[in-house]
């Protein structure tokens, strides 16, 4: 069992940046593949970046260059930093955990781009 909590949401100006974590309690962290997915309103949830427990690393086209992951397993705690914010980056984002056939995830925390 993992318990994943995020944090690092809020309001912030288009082209600003924020930080996001998740820290992971319960199992051995660096065995898990670690994701952030988002949900905007009225979309589905989709995949932004995923860090394998390898360290290798995989992005939604629509963030290339402008978001990146990574992880710090003495802390079990994965970062989402995401720079060039857009409105369009708008959505609850969530933490995920996968180790097959698996899953687990956070209750999600939102970022709101706006001016």
């Known amino acids: 069992q993992v318990q994943l909590v995020e944090s690092g949401g809020g309001l912030v100006q288009p082209g600003g940046s924020l930080r996001l974590s998740c820290a992971a309690s319960?199992?051995?962290?660096?065995?898990?593949?670690m994701g952030w997915y988002r949900q905007a309103p009225g979309k589905q949830r989709e995949l932004v970046a995923v860090i394998t427990s390898n360290g290798s690393t995989k992005y939604a086209d629509s963030v290339k260059g402008r978001f990146t992951i990574s992880r710090d397993n003495a802390k079990n705690t994965v970062y989402l930093q995401m720079n060039i914010l857009k409105p369009e980056d708008t959505a609850v984002y969530y933490c995920n955990a996968h180790l097959k056939p698996i899953d687990y995830w956070g209750k999600g925390t939102l970022v709101t781009v706006s001016s």
């Open positions: 319960g199992s051995i962290f660096s065995i898990y593949d």
